[in-house]
């Protein structure tokens, strides 16, 4: 998960690549505007797809 902006996205993309170089998978990726406060449809789209780590 992260924020829709640049920052976010190119952090998101240093923490995909260095999972997968380690193994790793990732199955889904959700983002978030600066400002919300309220997570429940990011958090749910996971837990329906019985994903072991968030």
């Not at 690549?17 to 998978?25: H, I, K, M, N, V």
């Amino acid at each position: 998960m992260s924020i829709a902006n640049d920052y976010g996205v190119g952090i998101l993309s240093a923490v995909t690549d260095a999972l997968e170089r380690a193994g790793g998978s990732v199955i889904d990726k959700e983002s978030l505007n600066a400002g919300d406060t309220d997570f429940r449809t990011q958090l749910t789209k996971p837990k329906s797809k019985k994903i072991e780590v968030v």
